[in-house]
Nanobody, 121 residues
Framework: QVHVAESGGGLVETGGSLRLSCVAS????????MGWYRQGPGERRELVAS???????NYADSVKGRFTISREYGRNRMNLQMNNLTAEDTDIYYC???????????????WGQGTQVTVSS
């Protein structure tokens, strides 16, 4: 059983900052990739940023230069520092974990419950 726990969402004014965190726990052999996605009402879930276990990062064009993703490997924890937030960043943010469960050889994908980020204009 793998559990994904998110924290750090909330309400902030335009130009402000928030820090999201995600921790993966449970019966894991190893984590391949961790990332944040966001989804608004009636919209597709889209990638915000991801980080591979080798350290390679990937960002959506809309957040480049404003958001920074990082890993704390020993704690299976991922952080997303979000700066200079705008109203367009308002969404539910979901943590995504690609990992190999104990006893298996293929990676599986796990999602958190989501955390609301609201930026007031």
């Amino acid at each position: 059983q793998v559990h994904v726990a998110e924290s750090g969402g909330g309400l902030v004014e335009t130009g402000g900052s928030l820090r999201l965190s995600c921790v993966a726990s449970g019966n894991l052999v190893g984590i391949i990739d961790m990332g944040w996605y966001r989804q608004g009402p009636g919209e597709r879930r889209e990638l915000v940023a991801s980080i591979h276990t080798a350290g390679v990062t990937n960002y959506a064009d809309s957040v480049k230069g404003r958001f920074t993703i990082s890993r704390e490997y020993g704690r299976n924890r991922m952080n997303l520092q979000m700066n200079n937030l705008t109203a367009e960043d308002t969404d539910i943010y979901y943590c995504n974990v690609k990992a190999i469960p104990n006893g298996e050889i293929r990676q599986r994908e796990y999602w958190g419950q989501g955390t609301q980020v609201t930026v007031s204009s």
